[in-house]
């Protein structure tokens, strides 16, 4: 089994001097990331479609095993809320094929009032192509069986996301097999704390007791299905060393990046 860690974004000035070096350029921190974690969240994908030479770059600067989790966009999620954005959908899933590969799962993540509503979900799952893809409910309505066995019917992963507002339920939906990116994904969103405290560690410790029991959980159904789990730029940072404990590590680095610039 294996697994892709990664943060919700990679390019921020506040990391320089802690995870980036100080005098390094902001053209040049993809490739720094991309050699130190294995997967990033791509929020800028929420808020327009790249260009296909983004694109280009992206996959460029990325080694072969580096996978992108893009954030669908707000059009999507939040003005249309799933309904009548097929030509968006089409449009964005075209342009983000152009990673190849290095494509993982397409997040859709609906605005905190976006209430249940199972109609509306299995209409947009049958005009979603057969891509990697997974939801992230924020409203407590959308946990219950009706809505995981749409997602399991069309293989769609859920976005296990655990904020201080609201705990999804462990429930796995998706298996991708040999060629998947990621059947379960999960968020980890803290304060901005410091590495030494105990909120910091109580919050990493519950991320990886959550992986070490989905991992047990797999073991029975397919050994090969792939993880990830996405910290928040936010996240305090984490020296992993040896004590993680999953066997055959993705990350080349033993750093968690984070937003707190005080503490090296």
């Not at 991309?34 to 800028?44: C, D, H, K, M, W």
């Not at 992108?68 to 094929?97: G, M, N």
Request: overall charge positive; charged content about 25%; proline content about 5%.
């Amino acid at each position: 089994m294996n697994f892709w860690i990664g943060t919700s974004g990679f390019q921020y000035a506040e990391w320089k001097g802690n995870f980036y070096p100080e005098d390094l350029p902001t053209a040049k921190m993809l490739p720094f990331y991309a050699e130190r974690f294995s997967t990033t969240e791509i929020n800028y994908t929420f808020h327009r479609i790249p260009a296909p030479k983004t694109i280009d770059n992206w996959k460029a600067q990325t080694p072969e095993k580096f996978r992108f989790a893009l954030k669908a966009p707000q059009k999507i999620t939040h003005w249309s809320k799933l309904r009548d954005c097929v030509d968006t959908l089409e449009y964005f899933c075209k342009v983000v094929t152009g990673l190849g590969d290095r494509l993982g799962p397409i997040l859709f993540q609906l605005p905190p009032a976006f209430k249940k509503d199972a109609d509306v979900l299995s209409s947009f799952l049958r005009e979603f192509p057969a891509m990697r893809a997974a939801f992230e409910f924020r409203h407590e309505s959308w946990f219950d069986d009706e809505i995981f066995d749409l997602l399991k019917s069309r293989n769609i992963a859920l976005c296990i996301a655990d904020t201080d507002t609201i705990a999804t339920p462990g429930k796995i939906t998706a298996d991708y097999g040999t060629s998947g990116f990621a059947a379960k994904i999960i968020k980890r969103r803290t304060s901005n704390v410091g590495q030494n405290s105990s909120a910091s560690r109580n919050r990493i410790g519950m991320t990886l007791s959550s992986i070490s029991s989905t991992k047990k959980a797999a073991s029975g159904r397919n050994s090969r299905t792939r993880w990830s789990a996405c910290w928040n730029k936010a996240d305090a940072s984490c020296r992993w060393s040896d004590r993680c404990g999953f066997g055959d590590q993705h990350w080349g680095s033993d750093w968690i990046a984070r937003g707190d610039t005080r503490h090296a």
